[in-house]
């Protein structure tokens, strides 16, 4: 299948935030401009546009996001969402997959094909593995409204032959570039494109002594989890003040 419009849709995970590309709009590549780099030597008039922001909820994405991508009249649409709401200590995941469902079914109505995704087990991770339960249920609204709707499922909670330490960014939350590189290879391999992308090479943090273990650690509490805390007793975001990379449909480069 060729795709000649293709939209974006999410967050930090499809602006492509631990993939760094100081060339790149927002200094970001990602795995979405990678599947858009693979698509766009298919077809010659090939346009891509990612309206994806860091730190956005479900409700926000649909809300800042939908009508713009609708009116882009796409072929094809990537949307990832609900990993910023579960990591809140509230949240209504009913609500939450009821304004999914009706938000996925106004994209297939349009005839483009629809690419959802889960969230990856966070029990991989032990520091939010607490919030493995509330992730499940929500992973399993995704595959029902992804049947419903006859969209593209990319289960993400089901990849268990990544290890965590070799395709997470420093922050421990976001894909570094061969993290990207695979999820990328993963959306192309679920819509039955043919690609020449392979695996990139691993480069893991060193843990090879408990000494070298505490330091790791400690920056990563000090430049990572103390901001991600603040933010959220103050309410603020990581994309307070951030556009979207590529607002229109635009030949990729």
């Given amino acids: 299948m060729t795709f000649h419009r293709y939209v974006a849709l999410g967050d930090s995970f499809t602006e492509g935030v ?38 956005r909820k479900l409700p926000k994405i649909l809300e800042d996001q939908l009508e713009p991508a609708l009116a882009l009249h796409p072929d094809l649409v990537t949307i990832h969402g609900g990993g910023n709401d579960v990591l809140r200590p509230q949240v ?35 520091v939010f593995k607490l ?27 089901r990849m268990r032959g990544w290890k965590v330490s070799e395709i997470m960014d420093v922050d421990r939350l976001h894909l570094n570039a061969a993290g990207h590189q695979l999820m990328a290879i993963s959306v192309l391999d679920a819509l039955g494109v043919p690609h020449g992308l392979e695996p990139l090479p691993i480069t893991a943090p060193d843990v090879s002594t408990t000494r070298a273990a505490l330091r790791t650690n400690a920056v990563w509490v000090r430049e990572h989890a103390v901001p991600w805390v603040g933010r959220r007793l103050t309410g603020k975001s990581s994309g307070d003040g951030i556009d979207p990379k590529r607002p229109t449909l635009e030949p990729i480069k």
């Fill in 18 to 55: 631990g993939d760094v590309d100081p060339t790149r709009p927002n200094g970001l590549r990602g795995w979405a401009d990678r599947v858009a780099e693979m698509l766009a030597t298919q077809s010659d008039d090939f346009g891509y546009a990612n309206l994806a922001i860091r730190g």
């Fill in 92 to 126: 209504d995941i009913d609500a939450l997959a009821a304004t999914y469902d009706e938000a996925i079914g106004r994209l297939t109505a349009t005839g483009a094909r629809i690419v959802l995704f889960t969230i990856a087990d966070p029990g991989l991770n032990p």
């Fill in 131 to 157: 919030i493995r339960g509330r992730v499940a249920i929500f992973n399993e609204f995704a595959r029902e409204i992804a049947e419903r709707h006859d969209a593209t499922l990319v289960d993400m909670w």
